[in-house]
């Protein structure tokens, strides 16, 4: 089994510990939590806790929450980290991971640049085979990737133009706005663009990013050139085919991301997540060398699974399809549940 330290247990951190807490070929060797709060206490059941250095110890000691050691001991007592600390500190623990000379994973807060290759485990699964240092890419680029892949694959995705309507923050997150506000970003394309092209090979990007006041799934509204046109109907044929997109219809009453979310509530997604991507089936639509739709990405979860692929391609313990199919399966990721 191999062991797989996760450094900052926040939003991404805890779900890639329960996820890979699913696998029988990879164990949680400890979390790094920097208070003892009540995370941390309820943490402290299931996992061994780490400090990011001596200097915290006192403090959980006094909560009574029992420490197993640094982020140093942390690091002997695993094979990989999967840093999941704010956005920017992982770029200062690259030197710590490399000093101490172990593997990394990296979160889509970080610059592309930290890592040897960017990843999603649908289109670029294969360029992080072996590598030390893998970073896998925000919520909307997974989304965005997640969706357009497949259709790059059947095909050919010569363009994409796609405007995200994005959470304002997430729902354990009081401290975050705007709470009365739409805020576009001013950078054209905004920084999704480049991203998305790190693990995609289209050779044309655009998006527009604007934050709207909801803590719930972001929306994109994508609109795609194709090399070969594709219907409505080979798109969600297309979907259909891969279990980590999910068709729905606003019909039985899925028309926003309220109800999208209660759907995961109601079926009993752990954390009440929805790791697939959300596609709009009556949104989608063709007209010539163009495909429209509409998604929602619930952007606490969908990069969880892709972590946990991360892995497997890192350390090469299986191939793409076969990891995807394992991971999927362990999570409950099922593509269409109703
Ligand atoms: P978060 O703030 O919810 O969690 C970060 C955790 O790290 C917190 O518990 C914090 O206390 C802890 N921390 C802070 N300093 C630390 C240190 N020095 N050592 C160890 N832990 C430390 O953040 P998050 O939303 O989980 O984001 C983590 C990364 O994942 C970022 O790169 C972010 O851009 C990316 N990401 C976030 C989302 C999302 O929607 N929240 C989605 C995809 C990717």
């Known amino acids: 089994m191999l062991r797989v330290g996760i450094n900052g247990y926040g939003t991404i951190g805890k779900r890639v510990a329960h996820a890979v807490s699913l696998q029988d070929d990879m164990k949680v060797s400890g979390i790094v939590k920097t208070k003892p709060d009540y995370i941390s206490k309820i943490a402290s059941r299931e996992f061994n806790i780490y400090v990011p250095d001596r200097a915290a110890e006192k403090k959980f000691d006094d909560a009574g929450i029992k420490i197993k050691g640094d982020l140093g001991k942390l690091i002997e007592d695993s094979e990989v980290i999967v840093d999941c600390t704010p956005e920017g500190k992982g770029e200062e623990n690259l030197k710590t991971y490399k000093d101490k000379k172990i593997r990394a994973i990296f979160q889509g807060g970080e610059e592309a640049g930290i890592a040897e290759?960017?990843?999603?485990?649908?289109?670029?699964?294969?360029?992080?085979i072996g590598k030390s240092f893998v970073r896998v890419v925000s919520c909307n680029t997974t989304g965005l990737a997640r969706t357009i892949s497949p259709l790059n694959d059947q095909f050919g995705v010569k363009r994409v133009n796609a405007t995200l309507i994005r959470r304002a923050t997430d729902q354990n997150d009081s401290s975050k706005g705007p709470i009365n506000a739409v805020e576009p970003s001013l950078k054209f394309p905004s920084h999704h663009a480049p991203d998305l092209k790190t693990v995609l090979h289209v050779p044309d990007v655009e998006t527009v990013a604007i934050k709207v006041p909801t803590t719930l799934m972001h929306v994109h509204v994508v609109e795609l050139t194709m090399d070969r046109k594709a219907t409505a109907e080979d798109a969600i044929n297309a979907w259909n085919q891969r279990?980590?997109?999910?068709?729905?219809?606003?019909?039985?009453?899925?028309?926003?991301?309220?109800?999208?979310?209660?759907?995961?509530?109601?079926?009993?997604?752990?954390?009440?997540d929805l790791y697939e991507i959300a596609v709009w089936k009556e949104s989608v639509n063709s007209s010539g060398e163009k495909l429209r739709y509409v998604q929602a990405v619930h952007q606490e979860s969908d990069v969880v699974p892709e972590n946990v692929d991360a892995i497997r391609a890192m350390f090469q313990l299986l191939p793409q399809d076969e990891s995807i199919k394992k991971t999927d399966h362990s999570m409950g990721i099922s593509g269409s549940v109703i």
Do not use: L, P, W
């Open 117 to 128: 290759s960017s990843f999603n485990a649908y289109s670029n699964f294969n360029e992080s």
């Open 243 to 272: 279990k980590r997109v999910f068709v729905i219809s606003g019909k039985d009453g899925r028309s926003s991301t309220a109800q999208i979310m209660d759907m995961a509530r109601e079926i009993g997604r752990d954390r009440s």
